[in-house]
């Protein structure tokens, strides 16, 4: 997984148990027969009725339908500044990549082995959480160890699908934002915020296996552009399924357009040194990611994560 000119516009972490009565439907013991009692199940009244099934599947049919939008809540705060919203830690890379001399993109694992890799998710889901659900208070004392560990596990377990109002935003003393305070705390964070298996786990892998049509990128690169326009930062997925050159988590925090293409600035966990920008080219319909220290450049399929229900 470890694997400016720039402005704001209009672009840019009770179930009832028993037996219940459902109306149209005669009464549905916890217990059902199955298989071979079904027929007798019927004669006895212990199935529902087709207009129980009919509701069943228009509820059913809602739910799909409510998961194709957005349900994550709209944040229209402050604008994400990358130089104090950010950690100052990379998510450092299990391979070294380079072209060898017959130009072939190939890698090499790194030696000594790093110590904190294969995080992207976990660093980038994080960076959104402590945007949307902390405020920091350089006017408070700095607090100890135990103190700061039992912060950030409250931040990474807030929803960053719902930020939090302003009042319930969790409060980090002694330092004025997330850069400086991951300068400090490094040790905290990186064990607090999250082990490498969540980078594995993000429940929206899901969609990287499926092809990606031109005319969804396109719908992305204006999901995106809307976001950021309400001072959204979004988390995406960046792939080239099934290739396996790029397997990547950032964020997108702002945009600008020109005429041909969108250019979004980006927070890219494993280069934490200055934003990156990825574009997207508009007669294309395709997102392309610069040549780095990990990818050798070119197209990419990029989906938005930490939104939806089912991403």
Known sequence: MDESGYHQQSIGPADNNGPRVVPGSQRIPTQRPVGPDWDFARRRGYVPKPCFIASLGCFLLALTLCGCGSTRSVNTGRHFDFGKDTFSYANELVWEYHYDSNGKWVTHRREPRPSYSQHCFVAARSVLQFFENARFDAGLPVADEATYRRLVRRVVSTDPRHPLPEWKKIVIPGYSNLRSFSRAEEPVLKA????????????????????????????????????????????????????????????????????????????????????????????????????????????????????????
Request: proline share 7%; charged share 20%; with cysteine.
């Open 192 to 311: 607090e915020c999250g082990s490498g298996w969540e980078s594995y786990f993000q429940r929206g892998h899901w969609r990287m296996i499926f092809p990606f049509s031109r005319r969804e990128q396109q719908r992305m690169a204006n999901q995106l552009v809307a976001h950021l326009g309400r001072n959204q930062p979004a988390v995406v997925h960046v792939v080239r399924f099934p290739q396996l050159t790029i397997n990547h988590a950032i964020i997108l925090f702002d945009s600008k357009e020109t005429a041909d293409e969108l250019q979004f600035m980006t927070y890219d966990p494993n280069n934490p040194e200055e934003p990156v920008v990825i574009t997207y080219d508009k007669a294309r319909r395709t997102f392309n990611l610069p040549a780095n220290n990990y990818f050798p450049g070119g197209r990419v399929d990029v989906y938005e994560v930490y939104h939806r229900w089912d991403y």
